[in-house]
């Protein structure tokens, strides 16, 4: 069956330090790789989208990788802030419309 | 982005009542809605798929005749927990999505309490 998979364990990182997260697919070729912010009691929020033929993409603090030989995409939060705690979700989708697969997710702590 | 409003953010029922929330795309037509459960520090669990003007389809496991989804027109889909039981009691979310997208936009979720 088809598999999103994040490490579950919490990720605490110093203020200013380098978040990355890891998300592997497997059974799976999706066309997008998505990431989304979750804070508790809310519904996720949209924050990076990629193709599977880009193998990088940025925005602001964030970068995100796909690598589909790997079948892995990793998440980037650069110079992070106490204000990025949150749990970050990877989405996987096939097409335009489709429904999304979401992996656990995983908690970030960043401390000041 | 687009904005998805989700009504109401939290609920308390009594067992064996139905409980309505609804989803709403404000500024965007949502041509498929997506209905999510999720549990305590846990990922969201698909429920089902519902497309403007047609039946919801609904992901094993999930029972159709006690979650009522109805998608009326673009803009709004509703889910109705009918005869709610205490095990019932979770958080909702729903998400939607137009024709030409792949990000998905999510509602505030609602918190549904069953005592």
């Known amino acids: 069956s088809q598999k999103i998979e994040q490490n579950s364990e919490a990720l605490n990182i110093q203020e200013g330090k380098t978040a990355t997260l890891t998300c592997n697919y497997t059974?799976?070729?999706?066309?997008?790789l998505q990431w989304y912010r979750q804070d508790p009691g809310r519904g996720p929020v949209f924050l990076l989208l990629?193709?599977?033929?880009?193998k990088e993409k940025r925005k602001e603090r964030l970068k995100v990788t796909f690598d589909t030989t790997l079948k892995q995409s990793l998440f980037h939060i650069t110079a992070s802030q106490p204000a990025d705690s949150a749990t970050y979700l990877c989405?996987?989708?096939?097409?335009?419309?489709?429904?999304?697969?979401f992996g656990g997710g995983t908690r970030v702590l960043v401390k000041p | 982005g687009a904005v998805v409003s989700q009504h109401p953010s939290r609920v308390i029922c009594k067992s064996g009542t139905s409980v309505k929330i609804e989803c709403r795309s404000l500024?965007?037509?949502?041509?498929?809605m997506f209905w999510y459960r999720q549990f305590p520090k846990q990922s969201l669990m698909l429920m089902a798929t519902?497309?403007?003007?047609?039946?919801?389809?609904?992901e094993q496991g999930v029972e159709k005749d006690k979650f009522l989804i109805n998608h009326a027109s673009l803009t709004l889909s509703t889910l109705t927990v009918t005869s709610a039981h205490p095990e019932d009691s979770s958080f909702y979310i729903c998400?939607?999505?137009?024709?030409?997208?792949?990000?998905?936009?999510f509602g505030q979720g609602t918190r549904l309490t069953v005592v």
């Open positions: 998400s939607a999505t137009g024709l030409m997208n792949t990000e998905a936009f």
């Open positions: 059974n799976y070729s999706p066309a997008y």
């Open positions: 990629i193709r599977e033929n880009e």
């Open positions: 989405a996987a989708i096939k097409a335009a419309g489709n429904k999304l697969t």
């Open positions: 500024d965007f037509q949502a041509t498929t």
């Open positions: 519902s497309n403007e003007g047609s039946k919801a389809t609904y």
